[in-house]
């Protein structure tokens, strides 16, 4: 699933959400993910839920041991976040969208 597909390689986030179906953890990670890219990335993100129900073997190329996990694929470095995604501070800190004074805080 794409959203907001920019042509800036160097502004652009890709995003990745490992699932295990259509749980309502899933869902509400969704939603929470959704929800802070469309207040901090507006137009610049992109992301891509993977079930690993359907698709198992996809989990072992970034080494996902829990479910949802968020992997932020661009820009580099490589980040991971686990949960539900409902902490937005943790997810800000997480994926490295915050300044410093609130990194500091969490």
């Known amino acids: 699933m794409n ?3 920019t ?3 160097d502004d652009f986030w890709k995003l990745r959400l490992y699932v ?3 749980t309502s953890k899933s ?3 969704f939603a929470n993910l959704k929800k802070v890219c ?3 990335l507006k137009g610049k993100y992109s992301i891509e839920v ?3 129900l359907t698709n198992p073997q996809l989990a072992q190329g970034d080494q996902i041991v829990a479910v949802p996990t968020l992997v932020r694929m661009l820009p580099p470095p490589l980040r991971k976040i686990v949960g539900d995604l409902s902490k ?3 997810v800000l800190v997480g994926l490295q969208l915050c300044p410093q004074q609130a ?3 969490i």
């Open 50 to 52: 993977i079930d690993l």
């Open 38 to 40: 469309e207040e901090h």
């Open 27 to 29: 869902l509400v990670a």
């Open 88 to 90: 937005t501070e943790r």
């Open 7 to 9: 042509e800036d390689v």
């Open 103 to 105: 990194k500091e805080a």
């Open 3 to 5: 959203t907001n597909e």
């Open 20 to 22: 295990a179906g259509q």
